[in-house]
């Protein structure tokens, strides 16, 4: 989709982080947005800063892990703005954990969030795209749907099971024919705001070496040129990682080896070890004091 002016665009997460810096993007493009966070004074702080920079677009605060919610949100923007062209599902939760300690009100949170939101939204939005045979669906995941990441059982899970999903749905989509497209997005660590850098606040965590990190204005560049470009999938990270994501496809065992030469997961282990700790101090007791190899 090349041409992006006039278009209308669902964009969810909108209220900071990657988010925000994409709304700025994508209404430089010309698109007439919706902006959806849960968080509405967010929501509505960009929405006056696009306006006084006469962009055209419209705010609703809802929370995409709501399944009721969701089909009233598509109503909404297609009443008052029209058919949707692009759905960009950049909602996200993230934070590393002992896995054995986390609620599971918050792993269902996770996927509910992470992956089920996108899912529905997809299949919302899809039909009215296919009998137009005109969008596009970028789903913003990480590297985490692609490869392992300790501590972090449940924001993998759902990040493999988006790039999962988006392969399949473009898969699907170029079969038919149709004009109609799906992306993916796949981030590493987000420097100066988002939700590394929350979590970088709450509990110490540091980027891995091995991987670096990246400033959100490229993540927001990397989302643009998967809809210019209708890019399959788009990896974005401060240093190269595609040849040891094939190295870990070809020889798993030998991928985790390295890992845990070069002590990519020792960071993340520290960070779940602080959360264990902010939850509950009586926790940490259980907690080993030294990594395991």
Not at 58 to 78: F, K, N, S, Y
Not at 113 to 141: E, K, Q
Request: hydrophobic residues 45%; proline residues 5%; contains cysteine.
């Amino acid at each position: 989709m090349r041409d992006l002016h006039g278009k209308v665009g669902l964009l969810t997460g909108a209220s900071r982080g990657i988010g925000l810096h994409l709304a700025r993007v994508l209404a430089a493009r010309g698109m007439r947005l919706c902006l959806v966070a849960r968080s509405e004074p967010g929501l509505l702080q960009l929405a006056r800063e696009l306006k006084a920079s006469g962009y055209e677009c419209m705010t609703m605060a809802v929370d995409v892990g709501q399944r009721h919610a969701l089909e009233a949100l598509v109503q909404t923007i297609e009443s008052q703005l029209g058919p949707i062209d692009v759905l960009i599902n950049n909602a996200g939760i993230e934070h590393m954990s002992m896995y054995e300690t986390m609620p599971l009100d918050e792993i269902e949170q996770f996927i509910d969030i992470n992956l089920r939101g996108p899912m529905l939204l997809t299949r919302i939005v899809l039909p009215g795209m296919l009998a137009r045979d005109s969008g596009h669906i970028v789903n913003v995941a990480s590297l985490a749907g692609l490869g392992p990441v300790a501590f972090g059982e449940p924001y993998a899970a759902t990040k493999h099971g988006l790039v999962g999903f988006t392969r399949s749905v473009r898969a699907s989509l170029k079969t038919r024919g149709t004009k109609v497209s799906a992306s993916c997005v796949c981030p590493g660590f987000v420097s100066g705001e988002g939700m590394f850098e929350d979590n970088r606040k709450r509990t110490g965590i540091e980027a891995p070496k091995i991987l670096g990190t990246i400033p959100v204005e490229q993540v927001a560049r990397a989302v643009l040129k998967a809809l210019e470009q209708d890019s399959p999938e788009v990896i974005v990270n401060g240093r190269p990682i595609r040849p040891l994501l094939a190295l870990g496809i070809m020889w798993p065992r030998l991928m985790e080896w390295m890992i845990r030469i070069l002590g990519a997961n020792d960071a993340l282990y520290g960070a779940a070890r602080a959360d264990a700790a902010l939850r509950a101090p009586a926790i940490t007791s259980d907690v080993p004091q030294q990594r395991t190899q």
